[in-house]
């Protein structure tokens, strides 16, 4: 079996050990002859990489490992690049969720002013990324799953078209653990019809392999309890302020019965009661700054003072397996029906098609192939039309330099009650972002 070669950019990554240990996990299908980690952060690079280093020579000693700084290094002699990088790290999060609620507004990571925000800054890391990809191994796919995923990936559509990106989202994976659990099957008996942006979309049907249709048994569920279920089979999303979005959904699904809702669309349709509940001294940046992020470096710091990974402080990330399942269909040519965020072109036929949508697709060693959803109700088509110019938009003002573009992407994002309030919230963006953002007249 054909061995590959890997390069994580955003090495640093609170979810760099998880995805390393997955990527062990499997070996099986998807064997690795060099595993390299990149960040731009010299220190948490070293951190992570020097426990990793440790975890590899005890448990794959014949995988080749490294970690730099260095792009050369790093992207040269590589198959795949797995991309999860935060340009701006949390320090950045914190201010994208603070800013807009000084101002009553929606302060998250990938929604509303704090999601264009953090757009801005991925661009710039991310084109550099797929540049230096390019560079050093113009044969690589790059398999992307940072975030805004929908403002990155039409970034890719627009400045970088021929570049091997596939864009990738985990939500709709962690909802669909639930999903089967609801119904008492797994993930991988399932088969789905989706359409949406991304986290921003509908599930329109869930079948088992068999063709019994399972949608109306969920939604019953889900009008009860949201997506909450009984044993925690999504792993990823667990913390406190994530139980409160799972349950959300049964709201979601009250004003709109018809399909199963992703859960982000809480804070397009319900952006007042995520105010009232939110906590501006204390936001999700927070949680995941003293939980996640400081385990997962206290652990790799352990690992590297006892000098060995044997205590078992890093954990596994199963949820992320997905990743593989991505590689190995590019790899292997295996077919994998998957979501993933493409160019429509006419596979949401009453849509754009230049939008970038996330619909399921069959992906092979030639790349992706979206599957036809057919026309999508004016309830959904219109809010989606909406959120879609704010993302357009965004990619507009960030190529031209333009204030007043990104003035109006904010004021089209449903989550603003005003070009004024969007105005002031876009001042304070631009003073917080100095030095990330592209200089704005
Ligand atoms: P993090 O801040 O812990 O890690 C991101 C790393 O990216 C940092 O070490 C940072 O230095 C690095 N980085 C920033 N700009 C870079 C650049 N230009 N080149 C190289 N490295 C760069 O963040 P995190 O919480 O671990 O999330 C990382 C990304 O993964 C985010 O975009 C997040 O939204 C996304 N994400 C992934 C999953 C998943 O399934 N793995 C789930 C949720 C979110
Ligand atoms: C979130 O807010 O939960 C996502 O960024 C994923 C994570 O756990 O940080």
């Not at 280093?53 to 260095?70: C, G, M, R, V, Y």
């Not at 704090?114 to 550099?128: D, V």
């Not at 949680?287 to 992020?293: A, I, L, P, Q, S």
Request: hydrophobic content about 40%; glycine content about 6%; some cysteine.
């Amino acid at each position: 079996m054909k061995k590959f070669s890997v390069v994580i950019a955003g090495g640093g990554s609170t979810f760099t050990p998880g995805i390393v240990m997955m990527l062990l996990d499997n070996q099986d299908r998807f064997p690795l002859r060099k595993l390299k980690l990149y960040d731009n952060d010299e220190e948490r690079q070293r951190i992570l990489g020097e426990a990793l280093a440790i975890l590899l020579k005890e448990n794959a000693p014949d995988i080749e490992f490294s970690f730099t700084t260095d792009p050369e290094e790093a992207f040269t002699d590589t198959d795949f690049c797995m991309a999860h990088i935060r340009v701006g790290k949390y320090a950045m999060r914190e201010q994208d969720e603070k800013i807009p609620l000084k101002y009553g507004v929606v302060g998250q990571e990938t929604c509303g002013p704090g999601g264009i925000a953090y757009g801005l800054r991925s661009i710039t890391g991310m084109m550099e990324i797929i540049d230096h990809m390019e560079k050093y191994s113009p044969q690589c796919w790059m398999l992307n799953y940072s975030n805004p995923a929908s403002i990155v990936a039409e970034a890719c559509r627009v400045m970088r078209p021929k570049a091997k990106v596939l864009n990738i989202c985990d939500m709709p994976v962690g909802t669909l653990r639930r999903m089967s659990q609801i119904i008492g099957k797994t993930p991988k008996d399932l088969e789905v019809r989706y359409f949406g942006l991304n986290h921003f979309g509908w599930w329109t049907s869930v079948k088992d392999k068999e063709g019994k249709e399972y949608l109306e048994d969920i939604k019953a569920y889900v009008a009860e309890h949201g997506y909450l279920t009984q044993i925690e089979v999504d792993t990823q999303h667990t913390d406190p302020s994530w139980q409160d979005t799972h349950r959300k959904a049964k709201d979601l699904l009250a004003v709109n019965p018809r399909y199963l809702p992703n859960t982000y669309l809480k804070y397009y349709l319900y952006p007042d009661d995520v105010v009232a509940h939110a906590n501006a001294a204390y936001t999700r940046a927070n949680e995941v700054m003293d939980g996640r992020e400081k385990t997962v470096f206290d652990a790799a710091k352990a690992i590297v003072a006892q000098g060995t990974a044997k205590g078992g402080e890093f954990h596994i990330d199963a949820h992320a397996s997905f990743i593989v399942d991505l590689a190995r269909a590019i790899a292997y040519n295996t077919h994998e029906r998957m979501l993933m965020i493409v160019e429509n072109q006419g596979a949401i036929a009453n849509f754009p098609d230049d939008a970038m949508v996330e619909v399921p697709c069959i992906v092979g060693s030639h790349g992706v192939e979206p599957l036809a959803q057919g026309k999508i109700p004016v309830f959904e088509q219109t809010l989606m039309y909406q959120q879609l110019m704010v993302e357009k938009m965004v990619v507009e003002a960030y190529q031209e330099g333009s204030y007043q573009k990104l003035w109006q992407a904010l004021t089209l994002s449903r989550t603003i009650p005003s070009a004024k309030v969007a105005k002031a919230i876009l001042d304070d963006l631009i003073e917080a972002n100095r030095g990330y953002w592209p200089e704005l007249t």
